[in-house]
């Protein structure tokens, strides 16, 4: 019997709130650190690994936090949602994510038909369209190739699609995997539709229309600058333009698309890379086998989130100690900072995913929680972030806890030896080396210059970031998130916040303001 309860009411919180603090910068010198390094680590999907060394915590600290997973019963909430219940509560609706790249438990119906075989359908469909594109079977009115895809949609329809496309640009390149270059238009600033379309030949390119909903305001207009480009160009815009949406929205039947590709509502959208909506624009620009082993990357990912051993599963540890991080040592945000270039979108995708997910204020029965929620996330690729923000991460009044990325190759492969070391071993060097001084610091004299130490990172390590390591990576941080979201008793899966602010704006265009929304309006020029 699952029990949905508050965070602060289960007795496992109150004893992790008791457990003596650990002194990180103490715990991480000398051999000790070293001992820890090699201790705290679990391994991950496609050959990655999950080190939590540099995370305040010992064994004292992980038991209570596997109590506390046991507490709140967060393997068999996941259990729940894999196996089909109603955990969407706000919207009363499944959360099937996972089904698009596995089968975790039983089969789940909806809608009167089976899900794993709905989704693995239009996986199917995808492929065929795919490979006929890049076949030159399916072509433009003149019957030439197209060789350009955009993706038009915002927010999970545009952030993790275009985060994963650019992981993964250069390692098809390098594979020879590459088939079509893909380019995203997202802002209902029409700087952003001019841009893409200035720098594409549009009559070689196909567009890709996501939207789950079929109404969101961004992508339609959006949709509509395109379809006046094709116009102008003297091109029939249906012969190239496909959909990604769901069955019952009014984009479905619409027979201005060469093809439409279907998700559901049991996906949200920042859930959704894996579906049809990163689906069509991945395997377009990278062929059907490289999003194929995408998605196993994310299916091995998934099962390890199964493990009821919070000690063998990374995603649910690594949700834990960021609860720990939150609620027990008050810390107000995550910095995700990935030591590759490829990454360079994946903060922004993990923005999304975390902040809309975990934003609440209210549990999933709509009443307030008094305790903190979701952190603020922001971050860069390191080094770039070395050389913009992390001076407060090492010396401000706030501790951020860290999440590094890193991987031991580069993707492309060419590379420079300047003062005894490639770029690859410099970057290397660099995460290791920041992991090390933020935990331990370095005491100075000179107050300026003196670095405290004690804030805490953990570090994801793989060998390459390849289509399955992505996957796994994508998948780790779903089921965190998930597992966060069970822990603070919050739906993970709706997003009402966001709707205000859609509500306003559409007062605004239909001139129905006063007060300070008609002067900003005014001011404006609206
Ligand atoms: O795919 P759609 O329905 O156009 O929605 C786009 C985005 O808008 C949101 O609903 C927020 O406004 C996101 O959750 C979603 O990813």
Redesign the pocket.
């Known amino acids: 019997m699952i029990k949905w309860n508050n965070l602060n009411t289960l007795s496992s919180f109150e004893n992790l709130s008791k457990v003596e603090r650990v002194k990180l910068a103490e715990v991480m010198s000398g051999e000790n650190g070293a001992d820890r390094v090699k201790k705290y680590t679990i391994p991950m999907a496609a050959g990655l690994s999950y080190n939590y060394a540099a995370k305040q915590v010992d064994d004292d600290v992980l038991e209570a936090l596997t109590k506390l997973a046991e507490e709140a019963q967060l393997a068999e909430k996941f259990e729940a949602l894999y196996n089909g219940e109603v955990i969407n509560t706000g919207e009363k609706r499944l959360v099937l994510h996972h089904m698009t790249r596995g089968q975790l438990g039983e089969a789940v119906e909806a809608d009167g038909v089976d899900k794993r075989t709905f989704y693995t359908e239009q996986q199917k469909k995808i492929a065929d369209f795919a490979n006929k594109v890049h076949a030159g079977e399916i072509t433009n009115a003149a019957g030439e190739k197209f060789t350009t895809v955009v993706q038009i949609?915002?927010?999970?329809?545009d952030l993790g699609p275009r985060a994963m496309y650019l992981a993964l640009e250069n390692w098809a390149k390098k594979n020879n995997t590459f088939k079509m270059e893909a380019k995203f238009i997202s802002n209902v600033d029409p700087d952003d539709a001019a841009a893409v379309l200035n720098s594409i030949d549009v009559a070689h390119s196909i567009f890709v229309l996501?939207?789950?909903?079929?109404?969101?305001l961004e992508?339609l207009t959006n949709e509509s600058f395109v379809k006046d480009a094709l116009k102008n160009a003297g091109l029939d815009a249906s012969k190239h333009m496909i959909a990604v949406t769901s069955e019952t929205s009014p984009l479905a039947k619409s027979d201005d698309y060469l093809a439409a590709f279907f998700m559901d509502d049991y996906i949200?959208?920042?859930f959704s890379s894996t579906s049809a909506v990163g689906g069509a624009v991945l395997s377009l620009a990278f062929g059907p086998e490289v999003f194929a082993q995408f998605l196993q990357g994310a299916a091995e990912e998934d099962k390890l989130a199964m493990n009821k051993n919070v000690l063998e599963n990374p995603e649910m540890l690594d949700a834990l100690i960021g609860v720990y991080e939150r609620n027990v040592l008050g810390y107000p945000s995550t910095a995700v900072l990935p030591y590759s270039q490829a990454l360079s979108r994946f903060p922004a995708h993990l923005q999304?995913l975390d902040m809309?997910s975990n934003g609440k204020s209210v549990n999933r029965f709509g009443e307030a929680v008094d305790y903190p929620t979701g952190p603020v996330i922001f971050g860069e690729p390191g080094t770039n972030g070395q050389h913009s923000f992390y001076q407060l991460l090492h010396q401000g009044t706030d501790i951020v806890p860290l999440q590094f990325v890193g991987f031991k190759n580069s993707q492309i492969g060419t590379d420079v030896v300047i003062q005894d070391s490639t770029s690859q071993q410099k970057l290397c060097a660099n995460v290791a080396a920041q992991i090390v001084a933020f935990a331990c610091g370095k005491a100075d004299e000179n107050k300026n210059k003196n670095f405290k130490g004690g804030r805490p990172s953990s570090i994801i390590i793989g060998e390459e970031l390849t289509p399955e390591a992505l996957g796994a990576l994508l998948a780790h941080f779903e089921n965190k998130i998930m597992f966060q979201g069970f822990v603070w008793n919050v739906n993970s899966f709706d997003?009402e916040g966001?709707q205000l602010g859609?509500v306003l704006a559409k007062r605004v265009l239909a001139h129905e303001t006063d007060g300070a929304l008609k002067v900003f309006s005014d001011l404006l020029n609206i």
């Open positions: 949609g915002i927010g999970g329809s996501v939207s789950k909903s079929g109404t969101t992508t949200g959208g920042r999304q809309e997003q966001v859609k």
